[in-house]
């Protein structure tokens, strides 16, 4: 250990010599962009020079030569993008493939919380992720989940103690706790809730938020807990009292969720330094056709935010607050994640670099290497169903169940009564969550309303959070056979009708994400969506997202569980 530390310093030295001669002009850099107008983050100035690099950092700002020169005349320079909270499984491709995506549009870092597939595979989906994102040319960072399952009512493939998540701390890059959820459980005094936040205070983690409208004494504990930020503010009241209390307020703009038209007057003097950009959930369609982090500073642009106030929201801010100290400036001694664009108003990327290095240019990323997962953590996210073949008299009802109303463009829901049976004719459509992670042979029964379905049936393994099997069908033998398919792929999404697949997206990873591009794999969604709108599924609702927040019991009114339709008011079971 001794000597494998001096070899340590002695790389460095070498490192620093090399940065030092550059900076002084006394070597050329390895790379120099001549005649850039840069963003400084720190004096919110946009500036003009070469800047020069040397080692992957930044050596210096002024007049310089390099080995390779481009330049820059007419562009602008900003430093890489950070996206400060984000489930890299909502992409539904696997991380290289999100990699290949975002790199394009300037992101050089993001900031992951893998509750998603740590839901069905507990700490070795967490093992999975970590070695699925080591070495990609956009730095993966972690936060580990805080909310493993998401309440007690769901049935997951594991449950995640304090425990569970100690010996994760020591990996270089796992930043610290993920969104705490339970507020409740805090105020509470939960033990095995504080426990897992007294384990990242004493590691000297940040503990990020999910508090939405929390106010008064509870906002008051909730922070004192130390709970530092919030990304689910949705107007300028919750964020104002938050900013009041010292937390940073992620403004996400992602598929689910968009906060950013409320939001953006935030990126002014007075509160924009607090401010964070996160996307939280990202799908395919999204990625190809706005981009990322990049489309968020656009469209905030767009709204009257300071073009400056808004890059340093996507690069310091998120750098600082995550202890992130190399990175998000265009300065001497940070890492030279480099973005290029063509101005604030078009913001059209041209070239990214990481470390120095060409990683993205034209809209392409640049080949790199694969990660490659262990097979045996590799074997465990492709086998994660545990469910036996199912008959149309598995979703048969013997009496009355509660009809979960839909509501257009929402994720939350209406209680919409009781019914014996289904009837497309009145938009009352039979539904289930089948349990697929232990074998139980729980299948929860109730019916949906504001669906539209006409015939055959829509199923999908992602169900927020639990990711069991839910199924919207006109029959039960539309249900039956829907399910079986998913079962059969290893887990995806199914549009089945006449006796077979009108469509389907196979999600053989943890039953949530594709090993297959993200292009391939968004036209086969883009497809599953057509398939599912012409069985008059309503034009108002996303077919498979909305679809999947039915079963997660934490959003008011009615949701479907693996026991049933659950009243989360009253929270009882209907």
Known sequence: MPERREDEIRR??????????????????????????????????????????????????????????????????????????????????????????????????????PHEIANVMGADGIAYMLQATEGLPVDVRFMLPSCVPATPLDESGAELERKDLDGFYGHPRVQGLAEMMNFVGVLAGDEAVLEKLAAARLSDRRIDGHAPDLAGNGLNAYIAAGVRSDHECHDLRDAAAKLERGQYIMIREGTAARNLEALAPLLNEKYGSRCLLCTDDKHPGDLLEKGHIDAIIKRAVGLGADPVAAVKAASLNAAQYFGLHDRGAVAPGYLADLVIIDDFQSFRVEAVYKRGVLAAEHGAAMPFPVPVVEPGLTERAHHTFRVGSLTAEDFRNDGPLGVVGMVDGEITTLDAGRAEAADTARDILRAAVVERHRGTGHIGLGFLRGYGLKSGAVATSISHDSHNIIVVGAGPEDCAAAVNR?????????????????????????????????EVVNEKLEAAKAAAYALGVNPGIDPFMTLSFMALPVIPTLRLTTRGVFDVGSQSYV
């Not at 792929?489 to 997206?505: R, S, T, Y």
Request: glycine share 10%.
């Open 12 to 113: 460095e030295l070498r490192r620093m010599r090399r940065v030092i001669d550059v900076a002084m002009g006394r070597e050329a850099a390895d790379l120099t962009l001549k005649n850039a107008s840069y963003v400084n983050v720190f004096t919110g100035e946009v500036l003009t020079a070469d800047i020069a690099v040397a080692e992957g950092l930044i050596a210096g700002v002024g007049s310089y030569s390099g080995r390779e020169e481009r330049d820059c005349t007419g562009r602008l320079v900003l430093p890489g993008f950070l996206d400060a909270h984000i489930h890299l499984e909502s992409s539904l491709v696997a991380p290289a493939e999100f990699a290949r995506a975002v790199l394009p549009h300037g992101t050089t870092t993001v900031v992951t919380d």
């Open 486 to 518: 998913v079962v059969e792929l290893n887990g995806g999404i199914v549009v089945w009708n006449d006796g077979k697949p009108a469509a389907e997206v196979p999600l053989a990873i943890g039953g949530i994400m594709s090993s297959e591009p993200l």
